[in-house]
């Protein structure tokens, strides 16, 4: 315990962040990208699903920001 706090410590003075704070950012991106290949996935496979319950089935409950994220991330809509 004394060791990770040493760390953040450190990773405080040195980047302005702490440790722990970077890992969940990072665990937040990876979630992220899963959930996008699932999405992704879904919609070459399934045709007939409709876009709205591929978004649910992703983890994203809200179909706009659904659109949003993959839009920025592939750099077209779900449906293209």
Do not use: W
Not at 21 to 38: A, H
Request: with cysteine; aromatic share 10%.
């Amino acid at each position: 315990k004394i060791f990770s706090r040493a760390l953040n410590d450190t990773c405080m003075l040195l980047y302005g962040t702490s440790f722990a704070m970077d890992i969940k950012l990072s665990e937040m991106g990876i979630n992220k990208s899963k959930r996008l290949e699932n999405a992704k996935r879904l919609l070459r496979r399934h045709k007939l699903i409709s876009i709205s319950t591929i978004s649910t089935m992703s983890g994203y409950l809200d179909i706009q920001y659904f659109y949003r994220v993959f839009k920025k991330d592939t750099g077209i809509t779900p449906k293209e």
